[in-house]
């Protein structure tokens, strides 16, 4: 044997027989041991998998009417399976040059563009331009661009970021695009995201994680050509092409056996181009696929909402772990929003065997696309179009001093108020508290948004006038996120109060004209146009003529004009009006499915709070006013002194101890400014820190601190008109292939004696039709009879012009003659230099330039006096029939000057309805949906 294996035939003979076992082993592994797992991987090789993309589910009306529904378009897939690079890099090119030159759009995710050899994400680009539209330092980071929004908008230092943020939204309709979790603008996240995908992020890539930056533009530009083998060859502009379409197909992420979305609703010139190139591009198939429609444009736009991208921080939840494609539109508003999982369908998918020339050999395995749930709404289409209608008009008329024509007679719209263009109207079914309507003005197209919206298209939708919170703004829903005061609409809410302590309705109170609450006269308009009186009247009548005399006495529990005590069994207060106004559903929420804004009844803890977050800004934003420049310079020793005195508030110390304090305890106040300053602080928040007389009377008449929106509004109505049985709001009647929605019992308002409300609905029927009442123009003639409330909300303040600066140039003279405008800009320009953390923009800046070259006798009062004041707010709350309501409606008009000017809406609304009644009455709204 030895021998055999010295000689060179025996090596390799053993040599070949060690091989041959080695053959026949690994042949035994893969055939024996790993043959399924083969036979899996050969089957996938042949195997092709089709993917139908399901439809939407609709939204629908109460009568299965369309709101929102689908449409068919083609849409281009790419579907990589095992194509090399090479071979996939050829066809994505051939693709964008197909799309481009038949003008069709795709979609552009890659954040990398390219200006000659200048490269720039774009997310970069995104908030340098949010920065500067914000007139912020373009290398702000996320946090001082919160702080200065914070500061510019005066948010309660109190509050935590997220409250913060919340009021920045809801109040001033600032949306910041800034994550206040992570404290980073949201773009920067989505970088983050971006590079992640690619391992391209700093907190993978070792060099940049020590240095805790990212890679360029340019840098990732030229690793992601490597990352997608691109040939160095190609030019970067045709290269950036061929990576736009691999990260549509790279964003799948492990889903990336799935097609990828390249463009959407593609010609018939592109499909049949690329029909007939499918031998050279099996990877690109064109899909029937539905679209989001909706038929009837802007209407119920603020109930449906919209759909937009998946962002990329958003990608990991719907794309990873729900399962979409990255490019799928989601709600983001809305009912579209509310019920995104319920509305979106489940793909269909069909897995077929083709032999080496891709032709089907046969079907494995196919399941059906299914469509998602069909949504039905409470609303009414043809009502929500008569309530949208009736609005539009409506504005448009006060604005010029027009006339409202209708059907039910027209209305003389006699004063013109041209900045009466926004409002909102809501309809509520008395007994179940269902959305009949609600209309928002202005309002916007949805389908704007149902191939991802433009970014003109969405700067066309944002707020006109950012520094005034009451400017239009289309995507907002007045009729749920604006809480106002209601004027006298909230009259029966204190009507109930004083009924419940004790307050005889029949009994006569006597208008004397005013009541004198220190320098202050309290008194109806009447008084304060003529001096005039409405006399001897009961509950009915002084809601008729909403006499807000009656109302003090009647809140108090005191006749003023005999001064004799009104002898309630119980007493009375601010506290026990607004736990009625809680009962009847006011600043509470109102159990509707979409967002709402809800600001509380008013407490003494609130207006507290609220006295000292006001006095802390006043004083941060005069503080060279009254504070050293070295304290003014140092911000922390500045916010420990203005903390100091703010924490007086609750003692309220007299003028002379405060004056005593200023002047000992080394604050950094101005020794000639200690007097001036004491004042501010005593006569103008101390002193009215806790409730006053003043207080009372305002939030008996729905001014104050009352701020309702129009559906909590419409509910309370409803609430009266329902015989004090208080329902949550819904818009949901019913979801496809579910049991009928129960709703849960309503609450019944704590009273005595039912009674007191047909006492109070008593009054509003003289409110429509009395002789005296306020709505008689517009329902005096009505076939039917209508109980109502009109309300005229004061709003103090002036409207800040959308550029301080131009208005500052264009008033100069009147505010001070003496100054050149250069001399101001000169002085606007060093404060931003010098005071950079003071004055941080140009408004602010502007402002303090004149005060301070005028020597102090230009005040901020001279500044504004110029600008705008804002004209009343109109309220009207109408329901009917008025002895057995079946319709509750509330209408709000931002400045529509007087509060009948809102009556001909609601009275548009309450007869569609009632003729919607007969109308369609042969439908079954018991229908069961299946």
């Not at 914000?134 to 509050?159: C, G, H, V, W």
């Amino acid at each position: 044997m030895e021998k055999v294996l010295k000689s060179r035939y025996g090596q390799i003979v053993l040599v070949i027989i060690v091989l041959m076992v080695i053959l026949f082993l690994r042949l035994f592994i893969l055939t024996v041991m790993q043959n399924e797992e083969w036979k899996e991987q050969a089957t996938n090789i042949s195997t092709k998998s089709i993917y139908t993309k399901a439809p939407r589910g609709e939204i629908l009306d109460r009568y299965g009417r369309v709101i929102a529904g689908n449409k068919q378009a083609f849409t281009l897939q790419i579907n990589a399976g095992e194509s090399t690079d090479k071979e996939l890099n050829r066809v994505c090119s051939e693709v964008v040059k197909i799309l481009e030159k038949n003008n069709e759009k795709y979609f552009d995710n890659l954040p990398i563009i390219m200006q000659g050899n200048k490269f720039s994400y774009t997310y970069d680009n995104d908030v340098k331009e949010w920065l500067s539209e914000q007139e912020m330092p373009t290398n702000f980071t996320a946090q001082e661009a919160f702080d200065e929004l914070k500061i510019r908008y005066e948010i309660d230092e109190s509050l935590d970021k997220y409250e913060a943020q919340s009021e920045l939204q809801n109040v001033y309709k600032i949306y910041p695009p800034i994550s206040v979790k992570n404290m980073a603008f949201l773009k920067e996240l989505d970088k983050q995201s971006f590079l992640g995908r690619y391992s391209l992020d700093k907190e993978t890539l070792t060099e940049k994680k020590e240095k805790k930056t990212d890679l360029s533009a340019k840098e990732a530009f030229y690793r992601l050509r490597t990352y997608f083998k691109i040939d160095p060859m190609i030019s970067n502009e045709q290269a950036r092409k061929i990576m736009v379409v691999r990260n549509e197909i790279k964003s799948m992420g492990f889903r990336k056996y799935l097609p990828a979305d390249i463009a959407k609703g593609i010609s018939d010139k592109t499909i049949v181009e690329i029909e007939e190139r499918s031998a050279e591009m099996p990877q690109v198939k064109v899909v029937s696929e539905t679209m989001r429609f909706y038929p009837n444009a802007n209407t119920a736009a603020h109930i449906i909402g919209y759909l937009g991208q998946i962002s990329e921080s958003d990608k990991e939840y719907y794309v990873d772990k729900l399962g979409y494609n990255s490019n799928d539109l989601i709600g983001k508003e809305g009912i579209e929003s509310a019920y995104e999982t319920t509305l979106k369908g489940k793909d269909g998918i069909k897995n077929v065997q083709v032999n080496a020339v891709g032709e089907l050999v046969r079907t494995i395995s196919e399941t059906e696309p299914e469509k998602g749930k069909d949504v039905y709404l409470t609303i009414d289409l043809e009502l929500q179009k008569t309530a949208e209608d009736a609005l539009e008009q409506a504005l448009k008329q006060i604005q010029v001093g027009g006339t409202f024509k209708s059907q039910y007679g027209n209305f003389h719209y006699s004063k013109a108020f041209k900045n009466a263009n926004v409002g909102a109207v809501v309809a509520i079914e008395v007994e179940t508290g269902d959305v009949l309507a609600m209309a928002s003005a202005p309002d916007f197209d949805p389908n704007l948004f149902a191939t991802g919206i433009s970014k003109e298209a969405w700067n066309s939708l944002q707020s006109q006038n950012p520094r005034d919170y009451m400017a239009p703004a289309p995507l907002y829903n007045v009729a749920t996120m604006t809480p106002v005061q209601p004027g006298s609409t909230f009259k029966m809410v204190t009507a109930t109060a004083a009924l419940e302590s004790g307050l005889d309705p029949n009994r006569r109170l006597h208008d004397g004209g005013r009541i004198m609450v220190g320098n202050r006269p309290y008194a109806c308009l009447i008084w304060h146009k003529n001096g005039g009186s409405h006399g001897n009247i009961n509950l009915a009548e002084a809601l008729e003529v909403s006499c807000n005399y009656y109302f003090y006495d009647v809140a108090t529990g005191k006749d003023y004009y005999k001064g004799v005590s009104l002898g309630y069994r119980t007493p009375i207060s601010i506290d026990i009006i607004t736990s009625y106004a809680e009962q009847y559903g006011l600043g509470k929420p109102t159990g509707i499915e979409i967002p709402e804004r809800v600001v509380g009844v008013p407490t003494a803890e609130k207006k507290m709070e609220q006295m000292k977050s006001t006095l802390r800004l006043d004083l941060k934003s005069k503080s060279e006013k009254f504070f050293r420049k070295d304290v003014v310079k140092n911000e922390t020793k500045l916010s420990r002194s203005i903390d100091t005195i703010v924490g007086w508030t609750e003692e309220n110390p007299t003028k002379n101890q405060i004056v005593d304090r200023l002047t000992n305890m080394n604050l950094g106040v101005k020794e000639n400014m200690i007097d001036s300053l004491a004042d501010l602080c005593k006569y103008t928040y101390f002193n009215y820190a806790n409730w006053t007389l003043g207080d009372e009377f305002n939030i008996a008449i729905g001014q104050g601190e009352n701020s309702y929106t129009p559906l909590q509004m419409a509910n309370y109505l409803a609430t009266i008109g329902n015989k004090g049985v208080h329902n949550k709001v819904s818009l949901i009647r019913a979801i496809e292939g579910t049991k009928p929605i129960e709703k849960e019992p309503g609450t019944k308002v704590k009273l005595s004696d039912d009674r007191h409300l047909n006492e109070i609905i008593a009054g509003m029927k003289m409110v429509a039709t009395g002789p005296k009442g306020s709505l008689k123009g517009v329902f005096g003639n009505f076939p039917v009879q209508v109980a109502g409330k009109s309300g005229t909300a004061e709003r103090s303040g002036k409207m800040h012009p959308p550029d301080e600066v131009a208005y500052i140039k264009q008033h100069l003279r009147q505010i001070n003659s003496r100054l050149s405008f250069d001399q101001v800009e000169a002085e606007m320009n060093r404060l931003m230099k010098e005071e950079p953390d003071t004055y941080r923009t140009k408004d602010g800046a502007i402002r303090q330039a004149v005060i301070n070259l005028s020597n102090g006798s230009v005040n901020y009062e001279k500044i504004d006096a110029y600008k705008s004041n804002y004209d009343n707010f109109a309220w009207v709350l109408a329901m009917a029939p008025a002895d057995h309501p079946k319709i509750a409606v509330a209408v709000m008009i931002v400045q529509g000057g007087t509060a009948g000017y809102a009556g001909p809406v609601a009275r548009e609304v309450i007869g569609k309805y009632l003729q919607l009644d007969k109308t369609y009455e042969d439908f079954n709204l018991n229908t069961t949906i299946q």
